[in-house]
């Protein structure tokens, strides 16, 4: 587990989503927390689809994200 005291804009717990860690993200100001909320749920909603895309092209020998 990771441990952002300092949360901000969210850039730890994009990490360890990007990663597959999991994560404690503290932060105090509002505009902060809200911007980094919605960072995190982009990146987990595009690590979904990353994993999605990886296994249906496992299953046809195709390595869609080679170049990443």
């Known amino acids: 587990i990771v441990l952002d005291p300092y949360c901000g804009s969210g850039t730890t ?4 989503v990007l990663t597959n860690r999991k994560y404690i993200g503290i932060e ?3 505009e ?3 911007i ?3 960072r ?3 990146w987990k909603e595009q ?6 895309y990886y296994y249906c ?7 869609l994200f080679s170049n990443l």
Request: neutral net charge; hydrophobic residues 30%; charged residues 35%.
């Open 32 to 34: 902060y927390f809200d």
């Open 40 to 42: 995190v749920k982009y």
């Open 57 to 63: 092209s496992k299953q046809k020998n195709i390595d």
């Open 47 to 52: 690590s979904n689809l990353k994993e999605t």
């Open 13 to 16: 717990p994009i990490a360890c």
């Open 28 to 30: 105090l100001e509002k």
């Open 36 to 38: 980094a909320e919605a």
